[in-house]
């Protein structure tokens, strides 16, 4: 009787810690589910703001972790992807340069274009590594200022690349087009949201 006594306040206490644990776990759940809602209607309700909309909460709503409800964060992010997706499409453009196909007169704009690229990389690095160090920065408005400047050129060196392909005939300009618009979307919306972060702690 006495070691049926013994199981069964083991099996009590297992099970009670079986019961503690599940409520711990659904409790975390529940939080971490808050949390990710509450970053997804924020990141929503600020891509509201910028230029294209839903391609601002398409490429950033993966991204509910690293943003949560921080305007900051939100613009860092918007920055990165958008950096991360200049570079890509550099990469895939020096391919296509590379193809067999490329007509004489696709050549100088295309190798203008690559430039453009190049020069909009080491813009939006530079802004990503002083976004960095903004927060509580004593230098903020140098910061900031610099940030706001390095985008726009970027943005302004996508558009010249886009540019180069105008009247131009053929797939090659579609291709290009195609890829750099989505880009240049990009830019500006990360543009858009680090003014917009601006406005609120600047």
Not at 16 to 45: D, H, M, Q, R, W
Not at 109 to 134: A, F, H, V, W, Y
């Amino acid at each position: 009787m006495e070691g049926f006594s013994k199981n069964f306040t083991s099996a009590t206490a297992f099970y009670l810690l079986l019961v503690f644990l599940c409520i711990c776990i659904n409790s975390s759940i529940a939080i971490n589910y808050g949390a990710e809602k509450a970053s997804t209607k924020f990141i929503k309700t600020s891509c509201s703001t910028t230029n294209y909309p839903s391609l601002c909460f398409t490429s950033l709503s993966s991204h509910t972790n690293a943003i949560q409800t921080s305007s900051r964060l939100l613009a860092q992010t918007a920055l990165s992807v958008a950096l991360n997706h200049v570079a890509l499409t550099s990469s895939a453009l020096v391919r296509l340069s590379k193809a067999p196909g490329m007509k004489p007169r696709e050549v100088g704009p295309m190798n203008d274009c690559l430039e453009e690229l190049t020069d909009s990389i080491d813009e939006l690095k530079r802004s990503m590594g002083e976004m960095s160090q903004l927060n509580g920065s004593p230098n903020y408005a140098l910061l900031i200022s610099d940030i706001q400047t390095w985008v726009s050129a970027a943005l302004t060196d996508e558009d010249t690349c886009m540019d180069g392909f105008d009247g131009k005939a053929g797939n090659t300009k579609n291709v290009v087009r195609g890829r750099i618009l989505n880009v240049v979307h990009l830019t500006s919306n990360a543009l858009s949201l680090i003014n917009n972060y601006n406005s609120l702690h600047g």
